[in-house]
């Protein structure tokens, strides 16, 4: 089963990167032909700007951290002192869901945590939701914050927040379902499901070598 890129297996258990639940929501198919037939096909431009582009918003973000300290030190101090703290690219597992990833920003406030994912675009996709409710899924998970969460998506480029949700039951519960068919997927015991939208698969960098294309 293991020789899937990016799936980790600690204590037994298979973990893969929150980031597939984006391609899941895509279409499961373009998932599966990537990562469990493990399909090659180009990164396309949007994607390889789209790194580059992340790696300097980091880069610019570390030369202006002022202090470095844990997450657990940083919900402490914020509720004590009434201070907020944002962290960038913070990793985060989470072994009861099988999930791990970095989560490209956490705003911890007094009474409240934003996980924020920043995005090229600005339509809330099902994918991005889910993506990012699984970041706030983990960090609950990691780090069992005493206030609530809440899940956000915003404009790489603006700045601009376009999604914002408190993470409750509702949102578990949708992301939870993806993260099981995810894991059913690489136990090879689930059939993926493919889109039936065929502007998806003219978008779709496999459409050339997938057997269920619409384009
Ligand atoms: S071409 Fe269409 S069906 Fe095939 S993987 Fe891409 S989006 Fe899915």
Not at 2 to 17: E, R
Not at 86 to 113: A, H, W
Not at 122 to 138: C, E, F, M, N, R
């Amino acid at each position: 089963m293991n020789g899937i890129d990016g799936l980790i297996v600690i204590n037994g258990i298979n973990h893969f990167p929150i980031s597939w639940l984006h391609s899941k929501g895509f279409c499961e198919y373009q998932l599966y032909l990537e990562k469990i037939k493990k399909i090659k096909v180009e990164k396309t431009a949007e994607m390889i700007i789209g790194k580059q582009i992340h790696e300097e918003l980091e880069r610019e973000f570390l030369e202006q951290a002022e202090e470095e300290m844990t997450i657990e030190e940083a919900l402490i101090r914020s509720k004590e002192t009434g201070e907020s703290f944002f962290i960038r690219e913070l990793e985060t597992i989470s072994s009861k869901y099988g999930i791990y990833g970095k989560i490209d920003e956490v705003q911890i406030f007094p009474d409240n945590i934003l996980i924020i994912d920043d995005k090229p675009g600005s339509v809330a996709y099902q994918g991005l939701i889910k993506q990012v409710a699984a970041y706030s899924l983990s960090f609950s998970e990691e780090f069992k914050p005493d206030r609530d969460i809440f899940s956000v998506l915003r404009n790489r480029d603006t700045k601009e927040v376009f999604w914002c949700q408190k993470f409750d039951k509702n949102l578990l519960e949708t992301v939870v379902k993806d993260i099981i068919e995810i894991h059913d997927l690489i136990r090879d015991v689930r059939l993926p499901e493919s889109t039936t939208n065929p502007q998806k698969c003219l978008k779709c960098r496999f459409r050339r070598v997938c057997d269920r294309s619409l384009a």
